[in-house]
């Protein structure tokens, strides 16, 4: 049964990535699930995305949904919008424009500025062609935090959004879009920052900071980030101007597709199974180690790990952790990731000094990612910072046991086993060293040894709920107390 909203809210997701259309990370998976989670609840969802060369509409269908020009930067850009629909009919717009989108890549590209500038702009437009008013423009990360800045500067008079808030969502302040004087005159962005003789003015060159400055209410993917963003530690540089919009700022944890991610329907693993039949999950575990080319016994603990490889994920604490419990124990070790050459190398090193017990796959192949989360016994996740993590909820939900560093999402969502096991789902470590991690993986692979609570462990951990449904409530208030904002 559908459990209505109370009211029913017209929301425009804006967003770099919505996955299965187009993905880099997490906030692909956020940005594809999280709105058809929302539309099961009564609201009119929809998503714009850029349509990059690289997305591909073979079974979709695609009709046109508008045509317009923007002027930007001293031209005319011209706009096609088609539109597509994901599962349960949810549209999807495509922005279309030769110059800036017409590529491969999603990012990393000289203009990637204004790239997402202009995909922002014409983003606003296509409610006003559609004749559909948003109750919300929800936008993620820095390549559309501009968009609660047009809407409060550029819109302000515009009666057709004269009832429109703005949420913006982050999930990763790592990445947040900087520019520099040249940039802020050319593309008139100090009218969206704050002025002059205010001191936050010199910190807010980021396409976050004019999200955060400009936006009703700001939210981010765990409660405990959002704590974390508002130091020096883990704020990026943004610290002060978050503090300063604390009451406006919220945590909500990120759900995942529990459709999408089933360890009983998935086809890209060897064998399906479910919580029923636990025991066809060793299928997957030899069919892992057989691709990975290390000895294929089930008797051997294997650990996995599918990440981006960059400083966020904690590789540089993780190969000397790996490289002593190597050296002391029969263990196994498979990776899949692509990202900084620094960590490819340290990682290429560790695999030659023990060719047996690990295997690295520097590629980016998510279906390997779901063998790994079904074959592996430990999935860990040593990250220096992460706003939720989703790898880990997935791997959970496949029965694999985490173990992770007590940080953003990870804090919330795996509680620490005990000595004797018979609580907890999985172990977490504090500190943020190689020695604090190996700790956690000696107590993983202790416990793993006791076969039975073991067994009971990974029951615990395939139950937990990390489905959208718990979040959606939280949703809905936070899309009220915007759209209460504009009343005063
Ligand atoms: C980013 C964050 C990750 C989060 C995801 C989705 O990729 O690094 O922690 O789960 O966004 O919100």
Not at 10 to 30: H, M, Q, R, W, Y
Not at 55 to 66: F, V
Request: net charge negative; hydrophobic share 40%; with cysteine.
């Amino acid at each position: 049964m559908v459990a209505m909203a109370r009211n029913s809210l017209n929301i425009l997701f804006v967003t770099a990535e919505a996955s299965p259309l187009v993905k880099a990370g997490g906030l692909g998976d956020v940005a594809g699930s999280l709105p058809l989670a929302l539309r099961q609840r009564g609201h009119d969802v929809r998503i714009a995305i850029p349509r990059y060369g690289s997305i591909n509409l073979d079974g979709h269908k695609c009709r046109r949904s508008s045509e317009f020009v923007i002027p930007f930067l001293n031209n005319q850009e011209s706009i096609i919008v088609n539109e597509v629909f994901l599962q349960n009919d949810t549209p999807v717009y495509l922005v279309e424009n030769k110059r800036y989108f017409d590529r491969q890549a999603i990012y990393g590209e000289a203009d990637d500025l204004e790239r997402f500038l202009l995909f922002s702009r014409s983003a606003m437009e296509i409610p006003k062609q559609l004749n559909w008013r948003p109750d919300i423009l929800h936008s993620h990360d820095w390549h559309t935090g501009i968009i609660p800045a047009l809407l409060t500067v550029d819109y302000r008079n515009d009666a057709f959004y004269s009832s429109c808030a703005s949420v913006y969502t982050i999930h990763n302040m790592g990445y947040q879009g900087w520019f520099d004087d040249s940039f802020a005159n050319r593309a008139g962005l100090y009218n969206y920052m704050p002025p002059p003789e205010d001191s936050l003015r010199s910190k807010s060159y980021s396409m976050v900071a004019l999200g955060i400055y400009n936006s009703d209410i700001i939210s981010t993917v765990s409660q405990t980030y959002a704590a974390e963003i508002l130091t020096s530690e883990y704020g990026f540089g943004q610290e002060t101007l978050l503090q300063r919009r604390q009451n406006s700022l919220r945590g909500i944890l990120n759900g995942i597709d529990y459709n999408q991610f089933n360890p009983a329907t998935d086809s890209a693993i060897a064998a399906n199974y479910d919580i029923g039949n636990m025991d066809k999950r060793i299928a997957n575990k030899l069919a892992l180690q057989n691709k990975a080319r290390l000895p294929v016994d089930a008797g051997i603990p294997l650990l996995g790990l599918a990440a981006r490889l960059v400083d966020q994920k904690g590789i540089d604490i993780l190969v000397p952790a790996l490289d002593s419990l190597f050296a002391e124990t029969n263990v196994q070790f498979v990776l899949q990731g692509t990202g900084d050459p620094k960590y490819e190398d340290v990682l290429k090193m560790l695999a030659n000094k023990y060719p047996d017990k690990a295997r690295m796959f520097f590629i980016l192949d998510f279906s390997l990612a779901r063998l790994i989360f079904a074959g592996c016994d430990i999935y860990l996740t040593p990250s220096r910072f992460e706003p939720c993590g989703l790898a880990h909820l997935i791997a959970m939900r496949y029965g694999a046991v985490p173990v992770v560093r007590l940080t953003g999402g990870l804090a919330e969502t795996v509680m620490d086993c005990p000595p004797d096991i018979l609580s907890g789902l999985g172990f977490v470590f504090k500190d943020y060293n190689a020695d604090a991690l190996l700790g956690a993986l000696r107590r993983a692979l202790r416990a793993w040894q006791q076969k039975d609570r073991w067994q009971q462990l990974m029951q615990r951990v395939v139950k937990a709920d990390f489905s959208w449904e718990p979040s959606l409530t939280q949703y809905e208030s936070l899309y009220e107390m915007a759209t209460r904002k504009l009343e005063y």
